[in-house]
């Protein structure tokens, strides 16, 4: 009896060794899970942030092909270089128009314009659009949404009306950086729509940008608590 009760209480004992042993081993895969820092776009397909101008006007590889390759006319910030192109990638079922920016010879930022949607549509989010946050979100997790519509009401003495919607719809990521830099990533909706003057005339009032925009910038600094 007394040999059994020894060998019972060693059974035991091996046993809580192992489990203690494999519920060491889960919380440590478990803290460097989390301790991993997540990993961002590095842009679009071969598309890729630090490439040289003349590495990006020569791309065409497969499905990702950068035609119509030139300086911008116009310079938006003095500390980056513009470009303008047309892209075309999967993310589009058109070739798309894309600003191409620059810094020290660098691809630092992305901008493409999505197609619009058709003029009798208001729809937030186009299915090119909705293909990209599917795969940003499958990819980097969820997004921050920020929404901000307006239905306007539009009313004419005849009896008419009908509603134009108006605002902004974004998604974005963002990932911090070594050196005070973070990388954003946004696809953005905005709409301005207005009411037409005279019914008597067809025509399209409704001005959009549809958008995807990614880029490496300097971190801005926490606001000063003035309270």
Do not use: H
């Not at 008597?200 to 958008?211: A, G, H, I, Q």
């Amino acid at each position: 009896m007394k040999a059994n009760s020894m060998n019972t209480d060693k059974s035991r004992l091996q046993a809580t060794k192992k489990i203690l042993m494999l519920m060491g081993f889960a919380a440590l895969s478990t803290s460097a899970s989390i301790a991993a820092p997540r990993t961002a776009p590095d842009g679009i397909g071969p598309l890729k942030f630090g490439m040289t101008p003349p590495q990006v006007e020569k791309l065409q590889q497969g499905n990702v092909v950068v035609s119509n390759f030139q300086m911008a006319d116009e310079q938006d910030d003095p500390a980056r270089v513009k470009y303008t192109s047309t892209l075309k990638s999967p993310l589009s079922i058109y070739p798309t128009k894309t600003d191409l920016g620059f810094a020290g010879g660098k691809l630092v930022s992305i901008f493409l314009r999505f197609p619009d949607a058709p003029s009798d549509s208001s729809v937030s989010t186009t299915g090119d659009q909705q293909d990209a946050i599917k795969m940003l979100t499958a990819k980097y997790g969820a997004p921050k949404i920020e929404k901000k519509w307006e239905d306007k009401q539009c009313i004419y003495g005849s009896g008419n009306s009908f509603t134009k919607k108006n605002g902004s719809e974004e998604y974005s990521w963002s990932f911090a950086l070594p050196g005070g830099m973070e990388k954003l990533v946004t696809v953005r909706t905005w709409i301005f729509d207005m009411c037409p003057a005279n019914l008597r005339y067809n025509f399209s009032t409704k001005v959009e940008l549809r958008s995807l925009q990614m880029g490496l910038y300097k971190k801005s600094p926490p606001k000063a608590n003035l309270f």
